[in-house]
Structure formats: C-alpha cells, structure tokens
C-alpha cells in the first residue's frame, strides 16, 4: 500500500559523488522521520543519517563531512548527497520513513527495498 524507492546508486571511483534519492507514494496522509541506513553481507543494518528530536540530522561518524541529507516532505522524497565515496561505503543503502495512512490508526515503519552503492577502483 505505501511504498519507499531508492534510486541512483551504482558503481563510482574512489573519491567519486553519488546522490540517491527515496521516493514514498500511496495512501500517505503524513510522513515524518525520514532517514537512510546501509547494510552489508553479514553485518547488521547501520544508520547512515536520521533526523533526530528538534529536527537536527544525526549522521554516522563513518560519514560525517561527506554525506549530506536533504528532504521535501511536502512531495514524499528524500535524497542523500554522498561525497568523496570510500570503498567501505560500499554497501545496500535503504531508506526508511514513519508513514501514517489514516488519520485513525498511528505511525507504521517503512523501508524500501535497497539501492546498490559500489565504490571500487
């Protein structure tokens, strides 16, 4: 019913610039607590970037300087700007959102379905 959509990710040099971009669409009648998280094999799914209490953007330490998010809220999308890649960013990169669907039940968790991001020489 609600869906989230990572697009532009793809394989880039060490160095290199990507920006990914979320798209969330369906019965969507608010949406709040957009962020992004990135998840290797075998490794748990790490936060990239999230907007915190008071609307600040908290951003892994891995990352900091070299990402940066950016949202329009108002057309359901959010884009992380992503600088000087690094082969370790290399990874699945997921967007995530709290999506109300009806002004008569709370909040609900959604993801989307990944975006690859290759950093390689």
């Known amino acids: 019913q609600v869906q989230l959509v990572e697009s532009g990710g793809g394989l880039v040099q060490p160095g290199g610039s990507l920006r990914l971009s979320c798209a969330a669409s369906?019965?969507?009648?608010?949406?709040?607590?957009m962020g992004w998280y990135r998840q290797v094999p075998g490794k748990e799914r790490d936060l990239v970037e999230r907007?915190?209490?008071?609307?600040?953007?908290h951003y892994a330490d891995s990352v900091k300087g070299r990402f940066a998010a950016s949202r329009d809220v108002a057309k359901n999308m959010m884009y992380l700007q992503m600088n000087s890649l690094k082969p370790e960013d290399t990874a699945l990169y997921y967007c995530?959102?709290?999506?109300?669907?009806?002004?008569?039940?709370?909040?609900?968790?959604?993801w989307g379905q990944g975006t690859q991001v290759t950093v390689s020489s």
């Open positions: 369906g019965s969507i009648v608010a949406i709040n607590n």
């Open positions: 907007i915190i209490i008071g609307g600040d953007t």
């Open positions: 995530t959102a709290l999506v109300r669907t009806s002004t008569n039940t709370p909040f609900d968790r959604y």
